[in-house]
């Protein structure tokens, strides 16, 4: 019988591995900085490693790291262990702002952080390359894998178990007897299948479950149970272009989901930290902005200081997108007549460069998208973020086809690759819905980093507005 501590063993393994190293660079950054330490100084760098360590340690586990099934690809690996650092020292690093604490050496914390992320990724190399060093002779698993004429989920098993943390030996590869999905199982099939766990050495049986080959394994679950050995399941999934999928439980059921929004729990409340801070920081300094703007617009026209819009946003949730206006009042009224001079090609999208509603105060904060600047607002309240897609009118999405709704399975945002790629100049709905996708399909924190300072500079270059 298979020894059940032995996924520990190696999951305590790599976590030993990368505290000892967290530790190594740690104690080497503290060592090599010019700086006067004494008993107090020391007393705060040695209780900052702890903390450090435990953050670091939950996110690993939660990007399963340390978990034997993790398939071992070199950039899920390397990505994850960079990506748990660079957010553990983040954290540390806003604590230690927000608590005024000078004990630490800017320089100490720099030389930490580079080294800290060289050392772990150099660390995860070396383990990928050298797989042997988690396992042994010991701990191989002897498992017996049942399944019906599907070479190719064999061999995909095979090829995944090799990847995987997982020491397995396959004994035998027993298949089921008969073609047909309906067949009930026959005695025979039982008797050989006890004869066979009876003749070899067995720790684990998978059963694989192929879409084409379905077998009802409740009687061969049975003998697994009665002789008390690990059993395993083995389902093939459907397999659906740009959609992934993970396994959970809901109570006592198996639940298998697909997705191809890749955003992870932990990384939304990243991402929305970013937009409170970004948006509170973005009303504080921009106040000066928004009152003169305000008090010109009140000069300029009679009318509403903000012009309010009703958008779709995530997951089709309604909302009303403040904007300063920069039109004369009721300016949607005219828009009829002027659906002939539409530069945009598409419908779905309405925009001409001298738009006689535009007033004089409109055309100056729209060459500047002050406009845009009580969007802030939206973000605050969580109805938008500081970078996303394109936020779609009422009036686009009842037009939409299927596959443009996949670009509302995010939140929209004020900027994003759309805004930032030339905007009133590309004029394809198609491209424009390609775009979000992509934002979508490659999101990531660094990514809306990105965007945000090309937001910058597109705005000081005055590029595709009007």
Known sequence: MVDRTDRFHINLKLAIIDLLVI??????????????????????????????????????????????????????????????????????????????????????????FFSGVTALVTEKMILLKHKKILSSRVNVIYVSYMGGNNEDLYENFQRYAQLSGFNFNVVQNIKFKGNSTNEVTGLEDLINF????????CDQVIFAQSLTEKWDLAPFLRITNEMGIVTRVLYDVYPIDNYRWYISTLGLFP?????????????????????????????????????????????????????????IGLNRKKFYMLKFRSMVKDAEKYKKELIAQNEMGDTRLFKIKNDPRITKVGKIIRRRSIDELPQFFNVLKGEMSLVGTRPPTVFEVEQYDRHHYRRISMKPGITGIWQTSGRNKIKNFEKIVQMDTDYIDNWSLLLDIKLIFKTIKVLLNKEGAY
Request: charged share 10%; with cysteine; hydrophobic share 50%.
């Open 255 to 311: 639940m298998l989901t697909y997705y191809n929004v890749v955003i992870s729990p932990f990384s939304l409340f990243i991402k929305r930290l970013m937009d409170i801070i970004g948006s509170l920081a973005g009303i504080v300094l921009s106040s000066p902005i928004m009152i003169i703007t305000a008090i010109a617009i009140k000069i300029d026209t009679p009318g509403p200081v903000f012009f309010k819009q009703e958008r």
């Open 23 to 112: 530790v190594c660079v740690y104690v080497i950054a503290y060592l090599v900085t010019p700086a006067r330490h004494n008993s107090e100084t020391t007393l705060s760098y040695a209780l900052m490693l702890p903390s450090f360590c435990v953050i670091y340690f939950l996110l690993m586990t939660y990007y399963r790291m340390y978990n034997n099934s993790t398939f071992f690809y070199t950039d899920r690996v390397v990505k994850n262990t960079a990506y748990s650092f660079v957010i553990t020292s983040v954290l540390v690093f806003i604590y230690l702002f927000l608590a005024h604490n000078t004990t630490f050496s800017r320089l100490f914390l720099v030389l930490f």
């Open 194 to 201: 006890e004869k066979t766990l009876r003749r070899q050495p």
